[in-house]
């Protein structure tokens, strides 16, 4: 889409206006670094073990900034784990 595409060339030629919401050892959380500049979020939709190959394996996005997702204080997160099912096989 136009916005994908638009995030896309920020990356690359405005990177001021991107952060990486991914947890690396930088991060810092996302309200300490939003400022007039970021224009965009970038999540990478991976497993994690995918996620950290794709982001060693590209210098634009190794260079954003990383910012992490806090909960509100007082709020307990919940989380979802999603792991694939597994559907039997037919009967033998």
Known sequence: SGTSAAALEAI???PASCLLVFPA???RP???QLDDQVQYLIFIDATWRFAK???AASEPLAALRCAVLE???GARPNFLV???LLL???AA
Do not use: C, S, V
């Open 30 to 32: 996302l309200a300490e």
């Open 53 to 55: 190959e794709m982001l």
């Open 12 to 14: 690359h030629a405005r």
């Open 71 to 73: 909960p509100p204080p």
């Open 88 to 90: 039997a096989g037919p």
């Open 25 to 27: 050892a930088a991060a």
């Open 82 to 84: 999603r792991k694939p």
